[in-house]
T-cell receptor, first 117, second 109 residues
């Protein structure tokens, strides 16, 4: 199974709503990522979890709150978002050899397309 | 200046043509990735390479570490190859990818 799944596929939310994006993989990967992608732009890294611990936070606003409850699951909790947060949110995973070169293939999910009204 | 530059930004080809997309980077890397993204879709990893050349079907990727340059070639292009191709590099022992701006490829029948 080389699949990363994301739910929901589409999400529309108001600026006062609280919602969550979910990501799951069963490849035994220990690194998981959240990216944000605006139209016609490359993905921007938001967060990296390594062995269920947050290892990279790219200065993301606190209205985005990541959570990694176990090695297969990654959540992104959303609260009080702004219309400019509308984007495609991509999850990815990779093997994470803590003592290796860091050269690991990342497997991407299909994304959640988020619209904030 | 971006750390990862791709060219061309847009490319239109006729079915059957040989296609080359270029990627130059200005930082030390542990690996370079070529990714494919269809419109509205997720991203598929095509290649990860740190030296030499890799081939998968009609796709070939090469990298020259000394010149900090990589190319993605598509032989006998087909309309289903139409997508955005993204070059991304990984620096050192990190999990952080630095992305190029992508090349939008349209292959016409």
């Amino acid at each position: 199974d080389t699949e990363v799944t994301q739910t929901p596929k589409h999400l529309v939310m108001g600026m006062t709503n609280k919602k969550s994006l979910k990501c799951e993989q069963h490849m035994g990967h220990r690194a998981m990522y959240w990216y944000k992608q605006k139209a016609k732009k490359p993905p921007e890294l938001m967060f990296v979890y390594s062995y269920e611990k947050l290892s990279i936070n790219e200065s993301v606003p606190s209205r985005f709150s990541p959570e990694c409850p176990n090695s297969s699951l990654l959540n992104l909790h959303l609260h009080a978002l702004q219309p400019e947060d509308s984007a495609l949110y991509l999850c990815a995973s990779s093997q994470d050899n803590r003592y290796g070169t860091g050269a690991e293939t990342q497997y991407f999910g299909p994304g959640t397309r988020l619209l904030v009204l | 200046k971006n750390e990862v530059e791709q060219s061309p930004q847009n490319l239109t080809a006729q079915e059957g043509e040989f296609i080359t997309i270029n990627c130059s980077y200005s930082v030390g890397i542990s690996a370079l990735h070529w990714l494919q993204q269809h419109p509205g879709g997720g991203i598929v990893s095509l290649f990860m390479l740190s030296s030499g050349k890799k081939k998968h079907g009609r796709l070939i990727a090469t990298i020259n570490i000394q010149e900090k340059h990589s190319s993605l070639h598509i032989t006998a292009s087909h309309p289903r190859d139409s997508a955005v191709y993204i070059c991304a590099v990984m620096r050192g022992a990190t999990n952080k990818l630095i992305f190029g701006t992508g090349t939008l490829l349209a292959v016409q029948p």
